[in-house]
């Protein structure tokens, strides 16, 4: 088992920056693969980014976010982190951060382990 519990969310207005934040306990944190997935009301859950296990920091970024969002990890301290720059009242979100041993993935299926997530408004 792996529990994740994310932090850092809130109201932000737009043009604004957040750094979301995803702790992790009960399993080598280096053996996952760890993913930010987000959904707002109404819609599907989205894929946001991904980054690699074990010594492969490769990232992977949803459409959406590439060039304003970064994900990264510090292995050290089980966390992973999601920068959140440029901020659009679209980015309106409850953010979940997930786990799964192996490769990344950008489909939420793949992903065995899940936060309770946060949310973050984006005001116009």
């Known amino acids: 088992q792996v529990q994740l519990v994310e932090s850092g969310g809130g109201l932000v207005q737009a043009g604004g920056s957040l750094r979301l934040s995803c702790a992790a306990s009960?399993?080598?944190?280096?053996?996952?693969?760890m993913g930010w997935f987000r959904q707002a009301p109404g819609k599907e859950r989205e894929f946001v980014a991904a980054?690699?296990?074990?010594?492969?920091?490769?990232?992977y970024y949803g459409d959406s976010v590439k060039g304003r969002f970064t994900i990264s990890r510090d292995n050290a301290k089980n966390t992973v982190y999601l920068e959140m720059n440029s901020l659009k009242p679209e980015d309106t979100a409850v953010y979940r951060c997930?786990?799964?041993?192996?490769?990344?993935?950008?489909?939420?299926?793949?992903?065995?382990?899940w936060g309770q997530g946060t949310q973050v408004t984006v005001s116009s």
């Open positions: 009960g399993r080598t944190f280096t053996n996952y693969a």
């Open positions: 980054i690699n296990w074990k010594d492969d920091d490769t990232v």
């Open positions: 997930a786990a799964r041993s192996g490769f990344y993935s950008n489909y939420d299926g793949a992903y065995a382990y």
